[in-house]
């Protein structure tokens, strides 16, 4: 994200999490790298398990100081509805 969104934030916190569409959520850590705040460590994870894919559109929604909530769509611009289930369980975020 552009450092300029980050105006909008009291302060950028060192870790997000991002939540999906049925309520589940990971940790992803907030690296600044070449004038931008980027969702680093954690996010590989949350893509894998969601199958996002090139030409996917993803919205953010700043629930909390560090919630994010994604929804994403594919390429036909079809929301994606995952369920956390046991394959996902090692990667969510523990509240």
């Known amino acids: 994200m552009p450092l300029e969104l980050t105006k909008h934030f009291a302060a950028v916190p060192t870790e997000f999490k991002p939540k999906n569409n049925i309520g589940c959520s990971w940790r992803v850590t907030v690296k600044l790298m070449n ?24 919205t953010f929604k700043l629930l909390t100081p560090d919630t994010l909530e994604v929804i994403i769509f594919d390429d036909d611009g079809i929301e994606v ?3 956390c289930g046991k394959h996902d369980e090692a990667f969510a975020a523990r509240d």
């Open 81 to 83: 509805v995952n369920k």
């Open 35 to 58: 004038g931008r705040v980027t969702l680093d460590q954690g996010w590989a994870t949350f893509a894998a398990v969601h199958q996002i894919n090139i030409g996917y559109m993803m």
